[in-house]
Structures are given as structure tokens and as C-alpha cells.
């Protein structure tokens, strides 16, 4: 099968002038050499496409391909996730992963925990801080959470987005504001230990794989997996198997949050515990990390014996199960969902 593969890379971004942060969620040069490599050999033939205007010169040429393979997370707005996805059902070319609705929902998280509070899945209560008048009107419990509304790879959290006092929530929430020019989503702090789910698959068909549980060691930044803890998680965390104990609780309703946003083919679920123990959901990453060693499915992987090259296989096998039920485009997964209930 010709497999094109749409990417942005962070190297090509940090020569044209963009920072570490900026770029943060972009891919390593390594990440798309050992996915070419794992598709390559399971036969496929690929082609390297690059970002959303690089697929977007390439169709205009003529060009096209049996599946996409896509893990392009865009630089700008609130849907640069469903960007490349936008342009391929345009042209009903398939591809790996989400659609470009549940990818635009999942990035704002805002708007995530609404869909999952009205769901009955577990999520803290959250209030957004859109212009910073509303910082008056947070009625939520100290400590607090604050982080930017639409971000990935734990951009714009850092040492002091757990705050104690309004003065704090101020400060970091005019920073947010700030910096990243969107909204800041303040929620409760939970004290509690962190873990990530790892799904494959697509709505009935999707199944966790494994409940990750990440350790910060003491040379790191507390309280969460920050920027910098993320940036540097060889040296700064420690990744070990969830007992069953708490897996079996995590994956339920890991797996419930996945069906529940119409996530497809493979991703994580983030969830953290309260002081009492009880398990809420962070976060939604229906286009996950790929890197072997650095992102955090990869790892989970690593730790249940799932080689790199089985991982991608079964994200391929996901996407085509799909193709052939129902065609290139085919429908939300979010509409087969609420079709089927």
C-alpha cells in the first residue's frame, strides 16, 4: 500500500525562527526515520509528505495516496490539529487516526470536560479564564490547576501553575493570557498519583493496552508533568506498570472518555487521583507521540512488550478496518457512536 506521511518537524520550524516552547509538540527527525522505517517493513510503500502546506502543493500536483499516515499537529488556531485531516477528507483520502471534529474538540479542553461531565465520565470542575476581569469569578477550592485552554505536550505549565492564593491564580493566569493568547483553564489541584492510558482502535473495536504510571523524581519541577519534566522525562520521571488495582478503574474509564470524544486507531487517556484515591480525567490525546523512547505510548508500549513496529502495525490495521466499513471519509466517529446508542 503507498502510505504518504504528514508531519511537522521541529528542526525545520526551529530554523525559521520558532522557539523551543513553540515547537514543542513537533516531531524529531528520528521519530519520522523509525516510522518510515516500521511501515516500510510491513511492506508498505511511503512517501513523505511533511506539513499541511507542503500536502497541500502535493495534491495540487497530482499526487495521492492509499492512506495517510498522519501525525501533523499544526502551528495555528484552536483546530490546527484538524487541519490536514480537513484537507484530506476534501479529497477522500484516508488516514491514520482522528477526524478533524474530535481532533479540534480534544485540543480545547475546555470543551473536552464538558462533553465528558455531561457523559457522567469522571473530570474535575474547571472555569475558564478568558480576559482577566475573570479571575474574580473563580469559585473553585485552593490549591489550583492553571494551564492554557488548547495546548499539548504540557506547554505553558510549569513550577507555578499550582497556585495557593488569588494573587497566584492572577499572575499565572495573566501569563497564560499573555503568552499564549488564549484562554487559561483553571481546575482543582489533585494531589494524588498520575497515570496515562494507552487505547488502540476505533469505537466497539477499541482496547486499553496498559495503564502508565509517572513517577517525578525529586530532581524534578513538583506537582505535575511540566514543560521542562516532559521535555527532559529520560532524566526527570520514571515510568513503571499501574498496579491492577488502579488499571482496571483507569482503563474503564480511559475507554469511556475514547468512545465518548470518537477518538479512532490510538492514542491516551490521562488520568490523575484526588488525596482519596478517586481517579478523574486530565486529558485526551487522540494524536499521540510516536518517538520510541521519548512519547509516552511508545513507552507504555515498551513496558507490555508491544515492539515499536507492532504499534504502528495495529494503528495501520485500525485505520483500514475503518476504510473498508465505510469508505474514505466515512463518518464521525463520534456519529457512529450516537448512531449505535
Same mark, same amino acid.
Given at each position: ?249 483507569? $482503563? @474503564? #474509564?480511559?475507554?469511556? =472518555?475514547? *468512545? ?6 490510538? &492514542?491516551? /487517556?490521562?488520568?490523575? +487521583? ?38 504502528? $502495525? @495495529? #494503528?495501520?490495521?485500525? =485505520?483500514? *478496518? ?6 474514505? &471519509?466515512? /463518518?464521525?466517529?463520534? +456519529? ?6
Amino acid at each position: 500500500m503507498k502510505i504518504g506521511m504528514t508531519f511537522d518537524l521541529r528542526e525545520t520550524y526551529l530554523a525559521e525562527g520558532y522557539g523551543e516552547e513553540e515547537t514543542a509538540e513537533f516531531d524529531r527527525t528520528e521519530t519520522i526515520d523509525e516510522l518510515d522505517a516500521a511501515l516500510t517493513a510491513l511492506g508498505h510503500e511511503t512517501d513523505r509528505i511533511g506539513h499541511a502546506r507542503r500536502l497541500v502543493d502535493r495534491l495540487a500536483a497530482g499526487d495521492r495516496w492509499e492512506l495517510v499516515f498522519n501525525i501533523a499537529e499544526g502551528l495555528y488556531g484552536l483546530g490546527r490539529e484538524a487541519q490536514v485531516p480537513g484537507i484530506l477528507d476534501a479529497y477522500q483520502i484516508p488516514y491514520t487516526f482522528s477526524d478533524p471534529l474530535t481532533l479540534s474538540l480534544t485540543l480545547h479542553k475546555g470543551l473536552t470536560k464538558r462533553v465528558l461531565r455531561d457523559c457522567g465520565i469522571p473530570t474535575t470542575p474547571f472555569f475558564e479564564v478568558s480576559e482577566l476581569s475573570d479571575v474574580d469569578r473563580v469559585d473553585l477550592p485552593y490549591p489550583l490547576f492553571v494551564k492554557p485552554v488548547a495546548e499539548g505536550t504540557s506547554k505553558g505549565i510549569d513550577s507555578k501553575s499550582r497556585v495557593t492564593s488569588p494573587a497566584e491564580l492572577r499572575n499565572t493566569c495573566e501569563r497564560i493570557l499573555r503568552e499564549f493568547k488564549q484562554a487559561a483553564l483553571v481546575e482543582p489541584f489533585l494531589a494524588g498519583r498520575e497515570f496515562t492510558v494507552g487505547i488502540l482502535g476505533t469505537g466497539r473495536d477499541a482496547s486499553a493496552i496498559g495503564t502508565l504510571e509517572v513517577e517525578l523524581l525529586d530532581s524534578a519541577e513538583q506537582y505535575s508533568c511540566t514543560y521542562v519534566n516532559k521535555e527532559q522525562c529520560e532524566e526527570l520521571c520514571r515510568y513503571a506498570l499501574a498496579p491492577r488495582s488502579i488499571s482496571d478503574e483507569a $482503563e @474503564r #474509564i480511559a475507554l469511556a =472518555a475514547w *468512545r465518548s470524544l470518537g477518538c479512532r486507531d490510538g &492514542g491516551r /487517556v490521562d488520568v490523575r +487521583a484526588d488525596e482519596d484515591g478517586n481517579l478523574f480525567v486530565l486529558e485526551v490525546n487522540p494524536l499521540p507521540g510516536l518517538h520510541p523512547s521519548h512519547s509516552d505510548l511508545p513507552i507504555l508500549c515498551t513496558k507490555v512488550g508491544m515492539s515499536h513496529g507492532s504499534l504502528i $502495525e @495495529r #494503528i495501520v490495521a485500525s =485505520a483500514q *478496518r475503518r476504510v473498508r466499513s465505510c469508505g474514505a &471519509g466515512g /463518518v464521525s466517529a463520534i +456519529a457512529e457512536e450516537a448512531m449505535a446508542s
